[in-house]
């Protein structure tokens, strides 16, 4: 019995109960009568972690022992949220929690919701990082993330005055979910030069040596997978000078400024997440982030295939590593540095092994967001990786050259150096070159990048080398975490809950639309989440909105290409529409909330505009007694993980509007409709797959095609711009200071009207508004769309990140899972 509560933790509530008190009393030094919340959720996640250990223990044991090859998946970004509710689930425990909160005076929802977000990422693709380490736990693959430990998250959001505000998102005060391994540090150079020396059998060795070095500490999160003791690993790597604490002997000296600075310089490298979204605004800190989260990785890589006591060119038999858009592309040039100058193999079988270990994901077309690094920079920073670059691209060329002889354009325009003013490197170019496949993440994303970006090189490697793999979400987090009465229902009629491991299995859910009890519990469970959302909403603007109005929901980043100006330009429409109408026409207008949330870069001004817009209109609409609760608008503040959980479960409609061609694939989109909300969406990203899976008619889809993205936009620049009619009457109310200050947001009316109209606001205009009239209309036809709804859901199969996990699986990594007994 002491290993059944000590070494096991706990299997039922009484067990729970004993080993909370154990933490709270012991581990926390506090009284059960003087425990609140917050040692609450303390001593709740110490008693699960227990738990969590030993099958992590177990599970990287046996990953060892079974010595196949494993997947490491290399992001700058986790956007993991909360971790306790995910733990309790995927343990399969929360009956035992909930139960023992209970009796010693807690409700669990209250003591989960203490826990703070670990935000490590901007958006999309962080969170995607998060569900594919949730998936490659369920799956039993043996896998391992590698990040960066920020000391700051993503900035935390304040509205003051209708303005954003950025405060620091300190979040490691208490964090029970992070083990540090000081036993597992490696020093990482910077700086110095690089050396060219002959051994004494003439062969040339290059040495870099000089500059400073900065300690790598690792610091491991437990991923634990559903329903499986499989218990993966995410590695988290945190910066410190050398010397520990500071240069003592400057500090003896009495140079105490720069021993301290020496100190500082060291641990800014982990300190703080790059907010930009989508954005390629690095500077030398950015790049020593890079270099110093793909160092230790690859150290601590090649560390444990040596132990394997196996031959170099078994490396990629053993190795899958995945990079997260560019962002870890030095990885592939530090491992050739590895192989190259520390192990003393000749450059053509290193770089075999290099690209048979790689594969790249790209995320997005935009160019703004392709990344460059300067080569002064890399010279200084890193003088022998840029010697390999130089010699990459070198052998890269001559390969082009051979195989398109005398192509000097083709040439200029595949260089991994753009001969610019200074000289850039083209991150992605040496990310394709590197890696034996590259993946988009929806199938028109995998297409656009083909046929435009990268279009050379499909002519160079042939088609195969490029592949997709359509975005999913994990259906633990995003369905019986955010909604679990909705996954009960669903559980009542399959007969249990293996569709949380089987997606596809919701396909059984579709017959029900047809049963009027079915669809009235469904649609009790929409009010309810609705109401939740309201409660919410009413605590933290002071608005009240009524749960029976449509509830029209946009979160994401705030980004131009994303055109969250559209939907705020639709709502000054309906406002002004609804402000024109006679009582009598008033009775027919359907209430709607229209609820905003998202982030700005802080230095992307016309983001921070339309968020600046946005609380403007809810300023004067909400206050606008002729309106009262036909239109609300609501802006929610700092939108992050676990505010998804309560916002996506509420919508009626969310929005995905995107100028076609420019979201990469989007992941909201599956969410809301997996939680039964309709969507209206542009003819983009993964909003095209969702058509195909749930049909036409479950979706409101409207706007200009990708393909004619391009004839549009030069249109306006040469052919003269033509206003829609519609939006022209939204920009004289605008310029009338209808919503403030006409001049504070004349930069954003005059990007559409004076330079061009790049993401083609004005040309969907129309078929924006009346699609969201569409929407009204089927919106008063309750039970048509529930039954929309029901079968949307159902549908919805294909876009588990299990699906594209396997996908990755067999197409990519060629790894097998693990069977754990
Ligand atoms: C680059 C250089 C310097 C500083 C920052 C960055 C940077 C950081 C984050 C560039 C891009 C990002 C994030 C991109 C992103 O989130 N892309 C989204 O990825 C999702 C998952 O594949 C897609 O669903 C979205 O469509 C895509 O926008």
Redesign the pocket.
């Known amino acids: 019995t002491w290993r059944k509560y000590s070494a096991n933790g706990f299997e039922d509530k009484g067990g729970f109960e004993r080993e909370f008190i154990r933490h709270v009393e012991t581990t926390l030094a506090r009284s059960l009568y003087n425990c609140d919340e917050l040692a609450a959720y303390a001593g709740t996640a110490l008693a699960f972690r227990d738990k969590m250990i030993i099958e992590w223990n177990k599970t990287q044991q046996r990953q060892t022992f079974a010595d196949q090859k494993r997947v490491y998946y290399l992001s700058l970004?986790f956007l993991m949220g909360r971790a306790l509710d995910n733990a309790m689930l995927n343990i399969d425990k929360k009956d035992a929690a909930r139960d023992g909160l209970g009796e010693l005076g807690f409700r669990i929802e209250d003591v989960i919701s203490q826990e703070h977000d670990a935000a490590l990422g901007?958006?999309?693709?962080?969170r995607?990082a998060a569900c594919l380490l949730d998936s490659m736990a369920t799956l039993d693959y043996p896998a391992w993330g590698y990040g960066l430990r920020y000391r700051y998250g993503i900035f935390k959001q304040e509205i003051i005055d209708g303005y954003q505000v950025e405060i620091p998102d300190y979040w490691l005060d208490f964090n029970p979910w992070e083990f540090p391994r000081h036993d597992v540090t490696v020093g990482i150079q910077f700086y110095g030069h690089s050396e060219k020396h002959e051994d004494e059998n003439g062969k040339v060795k290059h040495v870099w040596s000089g500059g400073e070095i900065v300690q790598a500490v690792a610091y491991d999160v437990p991923i634990p997978g559903y329903g499986t003791k499989t218990t993966n690993n995410l590695r988290l790597w945190s910066s410190k000078a050398s010397s520990g604490e500071f240069d003592f002997q400057k500090f003896n000296a009495g140079d105490y400024e720069s021993a301290v600075s020496d100190q500082q310089r060291a641990e800014t490298i982990s300190a703080v997440l790059?907010p930009?979204?989508?954005?390629?605004?690095?500077k030398e800190l950015?790049l020593k982030q890079q270099y110093f989260w793909c160092a230790a990785s690859l150290w601590d890589i090649v560390r444990r295939f040596k132990k394997s006591k196996r031959a170099w060119s078994e490396f990629p038999d053993q190795v899958a590593i995945q990079l997260n858009?560019t962002?870890p592309t030095l990885a592939i040039v530090e491992l050739q540095r590895i192989l190259v100058d520390q192990e003393d193999l000749e450059w053509d079988e290193a770089w075999q092994i290099v690209v048979n270990t790689f594969g790249y994901t790209n995320?997005?077309v935009l160019p703004e967001?392709l990344?460059k690094w300067s080569v002064p920079l890399l010279q200084h920073l890193l003088p022998r990786h840029l010697e390999i670059i130089y010699d990459i691209n070198l052998f890269f060329l001559q390969h082009v050259e051979e195989k398109f002889p005398g192509d000097w354009e083709l040439l200029s325009r595949v260089s991994v150096i753009e001969e610019s003013q200074p000289k850039m490197v083209r991150m992605a170019y040496l990310a394709i070159i590197g890696s034996h496949k590259v993946n988009g993440?929806a199938e028109l994303h995998s297409d656009l990048i083909k046929t435009t970006i990268f279009k050379d090189f499909v002519k160079i490697y042939g088609s195969d080398k490029f592949t997709n793999v359509t975005?999913g979400i994990t259906p633990r987090r995003w369905l019986h975490q955010a909604n679990p009465r909705l996954s009960s229902l669903i559980a009542s009629k399959l007969g249990g809950y293996n569709f949380l491991i089987d997606l596809t299995l919701l396909d059984g859910i579709e017959s029900y639309a047809n049963d009027p009890d079915f669809r009235r519990e469904w649609t009790e469970i929409k009010t309810a989440n609705k109401e939740r959302l309201a409660k919410y909403i009413k605590e933290t603007t002071g608005y009240s909105v009524s749960p029976t109005s449509l509830f029209d929901i946009q979160v994401k980043r705030i980004h131009e290409y994303k055109r969250q100006q559209l939907n705020i330009f639709g709502v000054i429409h309906r406002y002004l529409k609804i402000k024109s109408m006679t009582p009598q026409e008033r009775k027919k207008v359907v209430p709607r909330v229209s609820i905003f949330g998202g982030k700005a870069a802080p230095g992307y001004w016309m983001a921070k505009t339309i968020i600046h817009l946005i609380n403007g209109v809810a300023a004067v609409v909400n206050k606008d007694a002729e309106i009262g609760d036909l239109l609300k608008v609501i802006f929610i503040e700092d939108y992050n993980v676990s505010k998804a959980e309560i916002l996506v479960p509420a919508s009626d409609i969310s929005e995905h509007i995107s100028t076609a061609g420019t979201?990469?694939?989007?992941?909201s989109n599956m969410k809301f409709v997996l939680n039964g909300g309709l969507i209206i969406g542009t003819c983009d990203?993964a909003n095209i797959e969702i058509t195909r899976e749930i049909s036409e008619s479950n979706i409101f889809l409207f706007g200009n095609l990708a393909e004619d993205v391009d004839s549009l936009r030069h249109k306006h620049l040469y052919s003269g711009f033509t206003l829609d009619e519609h939006l022209h009457k939204v920009f004289e109310a605008i310029r009338a200071s209808a919503f403030g200050p006409a001049s504070a947001f004349e930069p954003l009316v005059a990007s559409i009207t004076d330079h061009g109209d790049y993401y083609l606001v004005s040309d969907d205009f129309s078929s924006y508004i009346q699609t969201q009239e569409a929407i009204d209309e089927e919106f008063t036809k309750q039970d048509e769309w529930v039954v929309k709804s029901i079968t949307s859901v159902a549908r919805m199969g294909f876009f588990s990140t299990d699906r594209v996990v396997g996908e990755y699986a067999d197409e990519i990594w060629n790894v097998e899972s693990l069977d754990v007994e």
């Open positions: 970004e901007n958006g999309g693709l962080g995607l790059y930009n979204d989508n954005l390629d605004r690095g950015r858009d962002h995320h997005t967001a990344e993440v975005n979201e990469a694939s989007g992941t990203g």
